[in-house]
């Protein structure tokens, strides 16, 4: 058997509720199951932003939340800062923020960033006071467990695992192998 067969695969699709970056026509769909106080999501932050830049509109990037909040205990309030301000149409701006300033993800923080992307600052604080977006953090969470995620980063390439590293030279081969 082969081993792209093997490997587990997305068991959801992506879709409208998930954060999309690049045409959902692109020939390479890369799936990020991350978390915001990781120190290697952290680190391959910067390598997917320039996969991005050398696949252009061939790569639709997706990320999806997966808070180990066992060992990063503000990684899931992160992940709900991310929602808020995607609610008001700036996740990624929030995305890039989080990943820039990983040791200070506190509640404070999070206040201080969403001012600095000139967000509504009390309709995000109550957002996250009231939990509002705790149930699309525990899809993306769920659908990664079902998916077979069990660490961070880990990544699907057009919806098959990727078993490799996420170093730059390993996410383009495996990209390169499934066009």
């Known amino acids: 058997m082969s081993a792209v067969v093997d490997r587990p695969r997305l068991t959801v699709p992506v879709n409208d509720l998930d954060h999309r970056l690049g045409p959902a026509t692109a020939a390479v769909t890369l799936v990020e199951y991350g978390d915001y106080e990781c120190p290697f999501c952290a680190a391959a932050h910067p390598i997917t932003k320039e996969l991005r830049q050398i696949l252009g509109d061939d790569l639709q990037f997706v990320y999806r939340h997966f808070p180990m909040s066992q060992i990063h205990p503000r990684a899931f309030g992160a992940a709900l800062a991310a929602e808020a301000a995607g609610a008001q149409g700036r996740f990624w701006e ?86």
Do not use: C
């Open 94 to 179: 929030m995305h890039d923020l989080l990943f820039a300033n990983q040791s200070r993800l506190g509640p404070d923080d999070l206040l201080l960033y969403a001012q600095s992307l000139g967000l509504d600052v009390q309709k995000f604080a109550r957002d996250l006071e009231e939990r509002t977006y705790e149930p699309k953090v525990r899809a993306d969470f769920l659908s990664g467990v079902r998916s077979g995620v069990n660490g961070t980063p880990t990544f699907f390439v057009n919806g098959v695992r990727h078993n490799g590293g996420w170093d730059l030279p390993s996410l383009i081969e495996a990209i390169r192998e499934s066009m």
